[in-house]
Structure formats: structure tokens, C-alpha cells
């Protein structure tokens, strides 16, 4: 192999990661602002994020939550 990928070598830097978010939040993409926030927050993958997303009825989410 050429190439061997860390855990970190596709993480972005801080700095982006919260331009990110405030953009997200700026343009109210609540849907993305928030899975940005889950995947970030527990390490999740996106394809964990996916089947989460794709098994659940927001109704079933508390409401304490979905707060920031």
C-alpha cells in the first residue's frame, strides 16, 4: 500500500468544522446542522448516521435533545 489512512486523516480542523456549523445554521439547514453536530459529538459514522436517520420517526426524539 501507498497509502495507509490514520483515524485523523480525514478529520477537518476546528476552525472549519464551527464555519461549518455556522453556516449551516445561518442558511437554517436544521436537518444537516444537527447531524453535523451528532456525528461530530459521538464519533459516529455516516453510515451509522444513515441507518439511525433512515429507522426513526423525529416524533421519537425528546425534545430536550433536539436543543442546543
Known amino acids: 500500500l501507498d ?6 486523516s480525514n478529520v ?7 464555519r461549518l456549523l455556522r453556516c449551516l ?10 447531524g453535523v453536530k451528532l456525528l461530530a459529538m ?3 459514522r455516516v453510515s451509522e448516521y444513515m441507518r439511525f436517520w433512515c429507522n426513526i420517526n423525529p416524533m421519537q426524539i425528546p425534545m430536550k435533545f433536539c436543543k442546543r
Open 25 to 34: 445554521e445561518q442558511d437554517k439547514n436544521w436537518k444537516w446542522f444537527y
Open 3 to 8: 497509502y495507509i489512512a490514520t483515524a485523523v
Open 12 to 18: 477537518i480542523p476546528v476552525s472549519e468544522y464551527e
Open 42 to 44: 459521538t464519533g459516529a
